[in-house]
């Protein structure tokens, strides 16, 4: 049987609670560090947006698109390892944490249209 890895665990233990428990927000600072800390940030200020056709957290200078776990920021790009579960940026641990405690903001649209206006 394999152990499942710490980010799974604080996953399963937030979908379970369903929101951000000083426990669960501890251990995800703790694992995660700052991108920890400015994910659950970007939750609590609604900047998870989930359109038909991707997820968008807005970060401070543009919006990142982030499908799968994966995402369009440029740490993601140069400063991740892929092989490590638990090296992820904020962009994606906010959709992360924002789908289990059902805090994303619902646009019942294309966001490739709304990139468009903007």
Partial sequence: MSETNPVERWQADLEEAGELTPE???RIS???GDRGVRAIEAVGE?????????TIV???DDEYIVEDGGCTCKDS?????????TDLCWHALAVAI???VGHV??????YSDVRELL
């Fill in 58 to 60: 807005v970060g401070y």
């Fill in 105 to 110: 903001d619902y646009h019942d649209m294309w």
């Fill in 30 to 32: 703790l694992l995660h």
């Fill in 24 to 26: 669960i927000v501890e």
């Fill in 46 to 54: 609604n900047r998870v947006k989930a359109y038909r056709d991707f």
């Fill in 77 to 85: 790009e140069y400063n991740l390892d892929p092989e490590d579960p």
């Fill in 98 to 100: 924002a789908r289990r």
